[in-house]
Each structure stands twice: as C-alpha cells, then as structure tokens.
T-cell receptor, first 115, second 114 residues
C-alpha cells in the first residue's frame, strides 16, 4: 500500500518554463488536495478536488491549474513558472471530509526551485 | 491573512520537560481541530485531533486543550523526548461549497535537547 505518491521529489525550473507535479493515491480516496509549504507560512491550500471531474480553488490558486480525470490522480500544473513558486508542494488525500476524522494522508513532498 | 494563528514559531525544550504550542482562530464555523506532526523531509502526519464540544483530549503524552469561548486551543507534550523534535501544525476544518477543507497554522519548530 503506497499511500500518496508524488513525483518528482526535486526539480529546478527556469523562469517561464512549465511543468506538472504528479500525485497518485491508491487508497480510493475521493478527496485530494494540493498544498504549498513556505518557511514560517505553514501550509497553504492551492486547489482541491472532491471527486473525478470536480475541482475548486483554495487560498493561493494563481499560477496553477489542476485536473481530476480519475479517482487516483490529481496532477498540479505550473504555467510560466515564477520565483514566487519556489516552494515545497504536498499532495494529500482523504476518504471523506464529512467524517469526523478528516484524516489527511500526505505525500512526501516535491521541492521546486524556480531560478 | 492567517486564519489560524500559531505560536511560538520555534521552541526549545529540555528532555523531560513540557512543550506547549498555542493556536487561536476567529472563524466560528470551524468544526474540527487536528494537529499534524512533520519530520524533516516528510509530509505532515495526523497526531491528535479534537472537536469543539470537548475541552480536553489526551493520547499518551500528547494533550489538546480547547477553549471554545476564547477561540483558542493548545497542544501539550508531556515528558518531551528528542524524538519529538519536529514541526507541529495546528489546523481547523472549514466547510466549503463542496465539502470541507483544512486551514493550517504557520507551524512551530520544536527541538528537544537531550
């Protein structure tokens, strides 16, 4: 049982380049999330999805796009990378946010540097 | 703006001491308050959580104290150990159009000295 798998673990981008951070989970979770973590700022929600074909913006969606074509996968697309997008990105999933536990299972993170 | 305010930013505690991390919120729609623990190079993992109708929850050495009227909650780590050295995040669950989402505090870096 792999849980939440993110790729790549590390990536360096040049300003203006585009890339996709991959996230897949094998727990049959309906809900998936993308967070970014910056020092002293905690975790900020970028986008989330409540199921295949349904996504919604979080706190900091500008400069990112997502899609959810399957239950398992929730890729995060960065268009025209900017230095402000240098961060550690975490994908997470949960079975149902209506449950009392609302346990988020996080991936190991993807460290992105934009130069 | 930070919807959940967490303090201190960093904390150094001697082995065997008590670590205390505090969080405060304004949104009365928050209905669940988990704490996450993160070790370097890893994703956060759920540590302990509490509902707002409970004033205290204890799991082993970890205790959450919750003050609904003051809109504050805190994590106490008793008999702190070097293995507890990590970053701790408080969070609050917020209802949305499609379901719920978690809003996180800024995090506290805890170092337990042996």
């Amino acid at each position: 049982n792999a849980g939440v798998t993110q790729t790549p673990k590390f990536r360096i981008l040049k300003i203006g380049q585009s890339m996709t951070l991959q996230c897949t989970q094998d727990m049959n979770h309906n809900y998936m999330y993308w967070y970014r973590q910056d020092p002293g700022m905690g975790l900020k929600l970028i986008y989330y999805s409540v199921g295949a074909g349904i996504t919604d913006k979080g706190e900091v969606p500008n400069g990112y796009n997502v899609s959810r074509s399957t239950t398992e996968d929730f890729p995060l697309r960065l268009e025209l990378a900017a230095p402000s997008q240098t961060s550690v990105y975490f994908c997470a999933s949960s079975y149902s946010p209506f449950s009392g536990a609302n346990v988020l299972t996080f991936g190991a993170g993807s460290r992105l540097t934009v130069l | 703006q930070q919807q959940v305010k967490q303090s201190p930013q960093s904390l150094i505690v001697q082995k065997g001491g008590i670590s205390i991390i505090n969080c405060a919120y304004e949104n009365t729609a928050f209905d669940y308050f988990p704490w996450y623990q993160q070790f370097p190079g890893k994703g956060p993992a759920l540590l302990i959580a509490i509902r707002p109708d409970v004033s205290e929850k204890k799991e082993g050495r970890f205790t959450i104290s919750f003050n609904k009227s003051a809109k504050q909650f805190s994590l106490h780590i008793m008999d702190s150990q070097p293995g507890d050295s990590a970053t701790y995040f408080c969070a609050a669950r917020s209802p949305t159009e499609y379901g719920n989402k978690l809003v996180f505090g800024a995090g506290t870096i805890l170092r337990v000295k042996s």
